[in-house]
């Protein structure tokens, strides 16, 4: 039976612009088994579940359930939980981890300062502080969004964990069933699709580096979708590594068309011409619906570097 994930393969549906869109990542370790909406169709406290959905909008931070790869069979609730928060934007980007025993302490934190970029709340009320691990690999493995999370996701992040990365976690929910198995890897917020093990551990290495492998890559968190669709465009132009090289600093339009420009730390600057159209032939864009889609897809249309204009001299 064709699945999402084989039908978008099949048809060499484009990564770029795909990644979900979040500033900030609040990561809560959960174990046992996960449902659709998984912060309230878990082993968490469904009322916290909703407190935290209500408390995290328009914040730019993004939450999610993570638990260590295995099987899942429910060992009643844990004494403790690790906590991560991930901050993306270049020029301040950082991850920090801490130990909670009662998860309702998540509801203490000022989210709004969290998705502006500053973890001082974090480290205060959670006793948090940088993590210095390795970086984290983020396999969505929810089969209950979509079964190609668990048929896929599931044995990459098995092997990834065999193979002695201690960074790998499942994850409830990135986006993009049928670009499964995807991950997301902190702390620079890249998130990846049609993932194999050992392209992942190339891109894990990267990120060690503090470099970013665009082979895969569907685009960095902390920008729009046209945004992350560019900002891939310029890094493989300029053949640029760096991961914090680059900022999008300013969007214009709006659908089907933007003109981004992607700014470099060294001054250069691109403006890129971004076109969102339909894909076709329609094809089912995720595993639980019967209905045939056409999602959209971001595609650069045009790419140019701007002059650099010099301040005048006086």
């Known amino acids: 039976m064709s699945t999402c994930s084989t039908a978008s393969r099949d048809l060499d549906e484009p990564l770029a ?11 809560l370790e959960q174990p046992g088994p996960w449902g659709a909406e998984a912060l309230t169709s878990s082993h968490l406290d469904p009322a916290l579940g909703r407190a935290l959905e209500k408390a995290a909008k328009g914040t730019g931070v993004r ?16 004494a403790e939980r690790r906590v991560y928060a ?7 980007v950082w991850l920090r981890g801490a130990t909670v025993t009662d ?8 989210l709004s300062a969290l998705g502006g970029g500053d973890p001082g709340g974090f480290d205060a009320l959670l006793r948090g502080g940088p993590h210095t ?4 690999a983020l396999v969505c493995t929810n089969g209950k969004r979509d079964r190609c999370c668990a048929l896929l996701g599931r044995p990459l992040a098995a092997e990834l964990a065999a193979s002695g990365a201690d960074g790998v976690w499942e994850v409830t929910h990135l986006g993009g069933h049928r670009f499964s198995p995807t991950l997301l890897v902190l702390p620079y917020g890249y998130a990846y699709g ?4 050992h392209t992942v551990k190339e891109v ?37 590594e760096a991961a914090e090289a680059l900022s999008v600093v300013r969007t214009d339009g709006a659908a089907p068309r933007w003109e981004v420009t992607v700014a470099h730390v060294d001054g250069r600057r691109w403006r890129v011409t971004v076109a969102q159209n339909a894909s076709a032939p329609p094809r089912p864009e995720s595993c639980g619906t019967s209905v045939l889609g056409s999602p959209a897809r971001m595609e650069v249309t045009e790419l140019g570097e701007l002059a650099v204009t010099s301040a005048p001299a006086g």
């Open 103 to 110: 998860p309702a302490q998540l509801l203490g934190l000022d």
């Open 86 to 92: 991930a901050h993306t934007v270049p020029g301040n």
């Open 133 to 136: 691990g390795d970086p984290l």
């Open 17 to 27: 612009g795909t990644a979900a869109t979040a500033r900030t990542w609040l990561l």
């Open 194 to 197: 049609r993932a194999e093990a």
């Open 63 to 78: 939450i999610a359930l993570i638990r260590r790869p295995g099987r899942h069979a429910d060992f009643g609730t844990p």
């Open 204 to 240: 894990l290495h990267g990120v060690r580096e503090g470099r970013i492998v665009v082979e895969g890559c569907r685009g960095g968190s902390a920008w729009e979708r046209p945004g992350q669709t560019a900002e891939l465009a310029v890094r493989t132009a300029a053949g640029e």
